[in-house]
């Protein structure tokens, strides 16, 4: 490419041309220019270099170093007392299915609901109002009464009685 020639550059307005010309950088206002630059952390490369490492190891694996096996299915069959155990309960099952109910007798059924005698109840009912006396009892219905002590001194002859024997 070569430099364009004077008439084929663009042209700039007159007025532009004298804005720009006059600038004074004085006017603008100071700015502080901060360069911001993210970086992964010390975490985030140990784990990088921890998954990078699996995976190249995995690549790299050498499958001639494996052993060759056999894989042996097997079909374990349920030995005898299992089978026998599965048939008794099919066999149960058979007969609750087909039961023949014209074989059974009939019976009346009787609901007994025994109740106390009269002699339980009336001594269950006494108990109930002397709990309910002494649970309802008022104490200000009493008589104020003062105790007097007593301690009657032995006499000279039961002093002496008591001695003799």
Known sequence: MSTPAL????????????????????N????????????????????????????????AFD??????????????LPDKDVVKQEKDHQNLLNGVEHFDK???????????NPLPDPAAIEQEK????????????NPKSLKHTETKEKNPLPTK???????GA
Do not use: C, R, Y
């Not at 499958?63 to 374990?76: D, Y």
């Open 102 to 112: 014209s074989s059974m007798k009939h019976a009346e059924t009787q609901e007994k």
């Open 126 to 137: 006494g108990q109930q109002k002397l709990i309910a006396g002494i649970e309802n009892f």
């Open 157 to 163: 002859e039961a002093i002496a009685q008591e001695k």
């Open 28 to 59: 603008m206002k100071h700015a502080v220019t901060q360069e911001k630059s993210v970086l992964p952390t010390a975490e985030d490369l140990a784990t990088e270099k921890t998954q990078k490492a699996l995976i190249d190891g995995v690549e």
């Open 63 to 76: 499958t001639s170093k494996l052993k060759p096996t056999e894989t042996q299915e097997k079909n374990l």
């Open 7 to 26: 008439n084929e550059l663009p042209k700039v307005a007159v007025d532009l041309k004298s804005q720009l010309e006059g600038f004074d950088t004085n």
